[in-house]
T-cell receptor, first 110, second 112 residues
Framework: GQSLEQPSEVTAVEGAIVQINCTYQ??????LSWYQQHDGGAPTFLSY????GLEETGRFSSFLSRSDSYGYLLLQELQMKDSASYFC???????????FGPGTRLSVLP | NAGVTQTPKFQVLKTGQSMTLQCAQD?????MSWYRQDPGMGLRLIHY???????DQGEVPNGYNVSRSTTEDFPLRLLSAAPSQTSVYFC???????????FGPGTRLTVT
């Protein structure tokens, strides 16, 4: 079977750094993607880790450790517009991520 | 490039009615998929397609049918609507070699 765990909620203030963790148990793991979803909106792709280590994209970074079945999304210099839900999604053997984690709701306070 | 489009945006059905949710993409993506998202939950895969003429079931396929006659279109049919199908439905597409899915704006469905 498959299982994915993320914290349900995280709160931080503007300008801070926050880390959203994801632990997974899946078959045929290929890589880990992260998506952002604002209330009432559609998920949008943020990042993908095929290899262990840190991938940086502007204020967002994502980390993967295959040996620990663990990844995280790091958001720096938080802004109010970062308030959203964040989903991790492991990829299958073809790199497709059809399974999404339960999501972490991030609230950024002024 | 319109990306992924979905119609309608909102729909109210009575129990037992049938309808089709439309999804189209203009990016020539091989993969297309349908998800449902219940309040405060993640996305659950209903059906997916790896190319025209090929479809397969996801995690929650019961009560839904799909077909893929063209690369561009992937409609989702609700056979006999039930209140448990009240949800937000997202269509997504991606390249077969890619890891990034592009999502449509969603259809908010209420079944009374």
């Amino acid at each position: 079977g498959q299982s994915l765990e993320q914290p349900s909620e995280v709160t931080a203030v503007e300008g801070a750094i926050v880390q959203i963790n994801c632990t997974y148990q899946t078959s045929g793991f290929y890589g880990l993607s992260w998506y952002q979803q604002h209330d009432g909106g559609a998920p949008t792709f943020l990042s993908y880790n095929a290899l262990d280590g840190l991938e940086e994209t502007g204020r967002f970074s994502s980390f993967l450790s295959r040996s620990d079945s663990y990844g995280y999304l790091l958001l720096q210099e938080l802004q109010m517009k970062d308030s959203a839900s964040y989903f991790c999604a492991p990829g299958d053997n073809y790199g497709q991520n059809f399974v999404f984690g339960p999501g972490t709701r991030l609230s950024v306070l002024p | 490039n319109a990306g992924v489009t979905q119609t309608p945006k909102f729909q109210v059905l009575k129990t037992g009615q049938s309808m089709t949710l439309q999804c189209a993409q203009d990016m020539n993506h091989e993969y297309m998929s349908w998800y449902r998202q219940d309040p405060g939950m993640g996305l659950r895969l209903i059906h997916y397609s790896v190319g025209a003429g090929i479809t397969d079931q996801g995690e929650v396929p019961n009560g839904y049918n799909v077909s893929r006659s063209t690369t561009e279109d992937f409609p989702l049919r609700l056979l006999s609507a039930a209140p448990s199908q009240t949800s937000v439905y997202f269509c997504a597409s991606s390249y077969s070699s890619g890891n990034e899915q592009y999502f449509g704006p969603g259809t908010r469905l209420t079944v009374t």
